[in-house]
Each structure stands twice: as C-alpha cells, then as structure tokens.
C-alpha cells in the first residue's frame, strides 16, 4: 500500500543531490555523470512526474515493454533517451533499434552480426555497449572478462560496430567495487569513456570508480512488484 504514495519527484530530487555529492566527494568532474532512471515495471503515470521533473535518460529491460510505454511518452515530452539494459534476444534487434538510442547489453557474437545487419537495413546507429559479466557468474549475461578485448576486437573490426562503453551487473552477494574497477580497467585499455555502473545500492562507490552512469530504479520510482 505505501508505494502507492510514493513521491517520484521527490525520490528523483534526493537521488540527483546524492548523485551532486558523491561526484563533488570523489572529486568527478561536474555533469560527468547521466542518471539512468529505470522505469522496468512502472506504468507510464509513474513515469510522467519524472519527465515532469526533466528527466529525459531512462532505462527498461524488455523491448516489448519499452515499445508498449515509451512512443506515448516520447511524444509528449520530447528529448527522451531509452537505454535497453535487460538481455537482447536475436529475434527482437529490429524492435530495439526502432525504440532504443542505447543498447547496454551487447554480450554475443550473433548478436553482434544481427546487429550490424539491422543497423545497416535500418540506418538507424544506436550507442552501443558491450556488457561484461564481471563475477563471471553461470546465469548471467555479459561476456566474460577475460573475453573482453577479443570481443570488443570482434565487434569493430569484423562487424564494423561503433562500441561507446562498457556495462556490468556485479553479483548481489559480494562488494561491488572490485567489478567496477574491473570494468573500469577494460574500458580504459580498450579506449572506451563510457561506464555504465552502480544501481539504487552501489552507485556512490560506482561514481568513486569512474561511473559515466548511473542505473537507478527502486530509489526513484520505489519497490517493484
Ligand atoms: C533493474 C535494474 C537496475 C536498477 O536497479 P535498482 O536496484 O532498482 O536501482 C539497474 N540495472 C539493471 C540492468 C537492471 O535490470
């Protein structure tokens, strides 16, 4: 019953205050860090206070979802960015490209040639990041780290892709610091800029570590269902 009053504007005003300190803390660069709302699971009149607000960078993790909620949204408040930060199946890339300006999960060579193929068809080019399984854990998407390179390699030079940034997930049970210096480390000999690290729990030491975005959800829009 509680979320039901949950206020998003002033979650999102909390969060971008803390987002202002941890980068005066660490001593970031001012504006060096996007805030990513996630609005997975909440209905369009959850998100509107949040564009209200001048939110414009979100992230949902299905495609179906994203091409259900977001034309609407779009059109009423221009300037809107979507990331696609949930596992992309081969089957839905064209329904990505159409509705996404950032895929976060690029993890697999076929997805990578059926990438390329629709960018080509398309021409459409969203931002692309390669997502990277830093706790190299069985269940979970990302190419593993020590694959890292080869598959950045693959995807620029076999594929032609323009790769921006890297993105990971670090398991729930285990401190997240040492994934994001790990993704940190494989941007940097890859000559990647982008990072986008840190949820509602973590982003202060994600920030600290070089985060260029932040991906918070449940601190913004409250608890999913
Ligand atoms: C849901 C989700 C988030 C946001 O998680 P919160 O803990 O609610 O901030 C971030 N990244 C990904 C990939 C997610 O699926």
Same mark, same amino acid.
């Given at each position: 019953? *509680? *979320?039901?009053?949950?206020?998003?504007?002033?979650?999102?005003?909390?969060?971008?205050?803390?987002?202002?300190?941890?980068?005066?803390?660490?001593?970031?660069?001012?504006? /060096?860090?996007?805030?990513?709302?996630? /609005?997975?699971?909440?209905?369009?009149?959850? #998100?509107?206070?949040?564009?209200?607000?001048?939110?414009?960078?979100?992230?949902?993790?299905? =495609?179906?979802?994203?091409?259900?909620?977001?034309?609407?949204?779009?059109?009423?408040?221009?300037? =809107?960015?979507?990331?696609?930060? %949930?596992?992309?199946?081969?089957?839905?890339?064209?329904?990505? #490209?159409?509705?996404?300006? =950032?895929?976060?999960?690029?993890?697999? *060579?076929?997805?990578?040639?059926?990438?390329?193929?629709?960018?080509?068809?398309?021409g459409? /080019?969203?931002?692309?990041?390669?997502?990277?399984?830093? %706790? &190299? *854990?069985?269940?979970? &998407?990302?190419?593993?780290?020590?694959?890292?390179?080869g598959? #950045?390699?693959?995807?620029?030079?076999?594929?032609?892709?323009?790769?921006?940034?890297l993105?990971c997930?670090?398991? =729930?049970?285990?401190?997240?610091?040492?994934?994001?210096?790990?993704? &940190?480390g494989?941007?940097?000999?890859?000559?990647?800029?982008?990072?986008?690290?840190?949820? /509602?729990?973590?982003?202060?030491?994600?920030?600290?570590?070089?985060?260029?975005?932040?991906? #918070?959800?449940?601190?913004?829009?409250?608890?999913?269902?």
């Open positions: 019953m *509680e *979320e039901t009053h949950h206020d998003v504007t002033e979650a999102l005003a909390r969060v971008r205050g803390e987002i202002g300190r941890s980068i005066k803390d660490h001593g970031r660069r001012p504006g /060096s860090v996007t805030l990513v709302a996630v /609005s997975k699971t909440m209905p369009a009149e959850r #998100i509107r206070p949040a564009l209200v607000a001048g939110q414009r960078v979100f992230g949902e993790n299905r =495609v179906q979802e994203g091409q259900q909620k977001w034309p609407k949204l779009r059109a009423e408040f221009p300037g =809107v960015e979507l990331h696609l930060i %949930g596992p992309l199946q081969t089957n839905k890339v064209k329904e990505a #490209i159409a509705h996404f300006d =950032v895929i976060e999960t690029l993890d697999r *060579e076929k997805l990578a040639a059926e990438l390329a193929r629709e960018i080509h068809r398309s459409k /080019s969203p931002e692309l990041y390669v997502q990277v399984n830093t %706790g &190299a *854990e069985g269940q979970k &998407a990302g190419i593993l780290p020590q694959d890292a390179d598959f #950045i390699r693959l995807c620029r030079e076999t594929y032609g892709l323009g790769i921006s940034g993105m997930i670090p398991p =729930v049970d285990q401190p997240p610091s040492p994934h994001f210096a790990l993704l &940190a494989i941007a940097r000999r890859n000559g990647l800029t982008t990072l986008s690290m840190g949820m /509602s729990a973590d982003y202060d030491a994600a920030i600290q570590l070089g985060a260029t975005h932040v991906r #918070i959800g449940s601190a913004i829009f409250g608890a999913r269902h």
